[in-house]
């Protein structure tokens, strides 16, 4: 009878290795399993754009301003983007701005508006030759000069500036060639002018 409840406490109250080992085990392939899961299935990054470009135009006036300025950009195989036509060849009007016309978002019942007036233009790959980037005053309500920014970024390899100037749209119709550019093979901007070339249509 002392080696029958000697071999009972050993059973109910101590620690079986091997039942240790299996549950040891277990756990293992448990954490294994939810580790593979996680990697299959990876948290999404909110608010990280890729905007698959290799040059982004930026054209800004000031903020608060109600006139409407229009990009207007022909690419070297005579492709024509405007707001009327936001995508042509590998070019791209991601961003189009109308002053304030545009620029309110309702939050909880709360109009707010956004200041900020800037259009965004994408060039998504790499066509050799000369771009010409125009700026069209389409509307306004001040009856005034508006002085717009343009900027040309190479993004690819890293970014890079490769021009920034000011433009002065004085009245209302004005067309103004803000800058043109030469692309070569590899993707380098060679050369830049100011020539006035006229592609609005209207």
């Given at each position: 009878m002392a080696g029958f409840s000697s071999?009972?406490?050993?059973?109910?109250g101590g620690s079986d290795p091997f039942t240790?080992?299996?549950f040891n085990a277990l756990l293992g392939f448990t954490?294994?399993?939810?580790?593979?899961?996680?990697?299959?299935?990876?948290?999404?990054?909110?608010?990280?754009?890729?905007?698959?470009?290799?040059?982004?135009i930026t054209v800004a006036w000031?903020?608060?301003?109600?006139?409407?300025?229009?990009?207007?950009?022909?690419?070297?195989?005579?492709n024509v983007i405007w707001f009327r036509n936001r995508e042509a060849g590998l070019i791209h009007l991601d961003r189009d701005d109308r002053g304030t016309a545009n620029d309110t978002i309702n939050i909880n019942g709360e109009e707010i508006q956004n200041p900020l007036?800037?259009?965004?233009?994408?060039?998504?790959?790499?066509?050799?030759?000369?771009?010409?980037?125009?700026?069209?005053?389409?509307?306004?309500?001040?009856?005034?000069?508006?002085?717009?920014?343009?900027?040309?970024?190479?993004v690819n390899p890293a970014l890079e500036i490769v021009y920034y100037g000011e433009t002065v749209?004085?009245?209302?119709?004005?067309e103004?060639?803000?800058?043109r550019f030469t692309i070569d093979k590899s993707g380098r901007v060679e050369r830049i002018t100011h020539i006035p070339k006229s592609i609005v249509i209207f």
């Open positions: 071999n009972w406490q050993r059973t109910r240790d080992l299996l954490y294994l399993f939810l580790i593979a899961i996680m990697f299959m299935n990876p948290v999404a990054k909110k608010g990280i754009i890729d905007p698959k470009a290799e040059y982004i000031p903020d608060n301003n109600p006139d409407d300025v229009d990009t207007w950009i022909e690419d070297p195989n005579g007036n800037q259009e965004v233009v994408t060039i998504r790959g790499v066509v050799p030759g000369e771009y010409v980037v125009n700026l069209h005053y389409y509307a306004t309500e001040t009856g005034n000069p508006v002085h717009a920014t343009v900027k040309v970024a190479k749209l004085n009245e209302k119709g004005e103004k060639t803000a800058v």
